[in-house]
């Protein structure tokens, strides 16, 4: 008996295994997010973003924290005390620019989003509506921290007396 087999492929040469080997990561190793230069560019790109348009038309709800005195910025001495004054928002915002947002906690805050939310140092652009919105909960959380540690200390100390 003959077994006839149709379509059959039979390679011209011998088939034979190769091995590939693939670069293994090596931690050590810097890319381009490691680089300071670009972290650097980063942190003032979004510094200014901050200054120049955030802070001023974004974050007007944390301005509600402060109360002017004497032509003085001060934080509100209980959350329930919002401030609802809308003048001397230039008192306010320059208040809120030297407390809350100096370089290194912009970048210190770049680093946690950049790391919580798995993205590149140069990817942060376009993620920046997000970032924007992760600082705004950050700040206002600072914030109120301030107040409720204010509220604490300003507590101990009239029990003491």
Known sequence: MTLIVKNTFIP???????ISVLPSYDPTFNTVNDDPNLR??????IYNKISKNWLQYHYIDL?????????????????????TETSNNNIKYNFILRKFF????????????????NINWWDIKKNSSEFRHY???KIKH????????????NDIITKET
Do not use: A, R, W
């Open 135 to 137: 600082l705004h909960k």
């Open 102 to 117: 100096k370089k290194t906690h912009v970048y210190d805050l770049l680093k946690s989003f950049i790391h919580h939310h």
């Open 40 to 45: 650097k560019q980063i942190t003032e790109y």
């Open 142 to 153: 600072n914030i109120k921290q301030y107040i409720y540690k204010y509220n604490k200390l």
């Open 63 to 83: 301005y509600k924290y402060i109360y002017i005195e004497n032509n003085q910025p001060f934080l509100i001495k209980k959350i329930e005390d919002k401030n």
């Open 12 to 18: 011209k040469y011998p088939l034979v295994p190769t």
